[in-house]
């Protein structure tokens, strides 16, 4: 019984040190990167950009941000071919690591070179957004 009482605490010991570093590397990439916009600078530059909603596509449908395209980040290595690396992409969705997690993508494996994302959830967007609603 001992045994695997230690046996389960190494798991969660490793579980919980496995997530807390992966959370803290995509955090310190995104800040090397420099790609975090606030909101005012997203929203006014973003008409020159393509944008990309990262979140699944009921939340997209649901609601987005006006003239965004969706590509789920669950799916985004099979849609590397919708976007053009040598404009502009502006991300978002529900978190900041899955955004800085899809730069890094598409700037190592795609050759994007101008990647930003919103600095805060899409739950706090303030700007212009689109309602998609089936009949």
Known sequence: ?????AVLYV???GFLVYWVGSWL????????MHGAIDQKT???TMRKAQIVDLREKNAFDAKHILGARNLPFTQLKY???????????YLYGDNK???VRAALKMQKKWGFTDVKWL???F???EGKTKKTTKI
Do not use: A, T
């Open 97 to 99: 690591n899955m955004c």
């Open 42 to 44: 997203f929203e006014e």
């Open 79 to 89: 849609n590397e071919g919708e976007l053009r690396p040598d404009l502009p992409v």
């Open 1 to 5: 019984m001992q045994v695997l009482n």
């Open 123 to 125: 739950s706090d967007w």
């Open 11 to 13: 798991i969660v010991i």
């Open 25 to 32: 590397y995509f955090w310190f990439k995104g800040r090397q």
């Open 119 to 121: 600095e805060d959830r």
